[in-house]
């Protein structure tokens, strides 16, 4: 089936927003990484599912209780700059980094492993130890997009929090229950 002029038109006009979009937003980033790079020793490298991207620097808005839906770059969301909605941050957000560890993901966010492996990273290099295996450092907003996604929002996610400490407490009491006893 042969398109018509008007759709070949059609088509080349978005492609050509799309490569704008992208270019800008890939140049943000170059912008955002060079001031980041300064302060560090080695240079970040990112990635999403194995390809590579350039870093976002933290910004004053994620301090906020509510942020700007998609500003980071990471979502993939809207392309055409249209209205995106607010995000209510938790308590513990308020202030946080953009980023965030596999483990405390796992656990704040309370995400499965297959989740975590689809999700955008950024490799740096180990504070702790410069011979370690390298941090992967995940987008904080990336991560609660997903979990609330998966939990039925934020009260869902509060409520499988919950669930999960008092399933720890009931196995803590079990396991100690008898540590007094008198054999």
């Known amino acids: 089936m ?4 008007e759709q070949q038109e059609k088509i080349r006009k978005n492609r050509e927003r799309a490569l704008e979009i992208r270019q800008k937003r890939e140049e ?14 080695a240079e970040p490298s990112c990635s999403v599912g194995g390809t590579h991207l350039l870093e976002k620097a933290e910004t004053s808005d994620h301090k906020r209780r ?12 809207n392309e ?4 995106k909605e607010d995000i209510e941050l938790e308590d513990f957000e308020i202030g946080a ?12 966010y309370c995400l499965p492993e297959g989740t975590m ?10 504070p702790r130890q410069k011979g370690w295996s390298s941090m992967k450092l995940y987008d904080r907003a990336e991560i609660r997009r997903r979990a609330r996604d998966r939990h039925g929002g934020i009260e869902g996610l509060a409520a499988e929090r919950k669930r999960r400490a008092e399933k720890r407490l ?5 396991t100690t229950k008898d540590i007094f006893k008198r054999n």
């Open 117 to 126: 492996a689809v999700c955008s990273f950024v490799e740096k290099e180990n």
């Open 28 to 41: 943000e980033r170059r912008r955002a990484v060079e001031g980041s790079v300064s302060t560090s020793n």
């Open 2 to 5: 042969a398109l018509t002029e």
């Open 66 to 77: 509510k942020v700007n839906g998609g500003t980071d770059g990471f979502d993939g969301g």
């Open 170 to 174: 009931r196995n803590d009491l079990e």
């Open 80 to 83: 055409d700059g249209g209205e």
């Open 97 to 108: 980094s953009t980023f965030v560890t596999k483990r405390e993901a796992m656990q704040t």
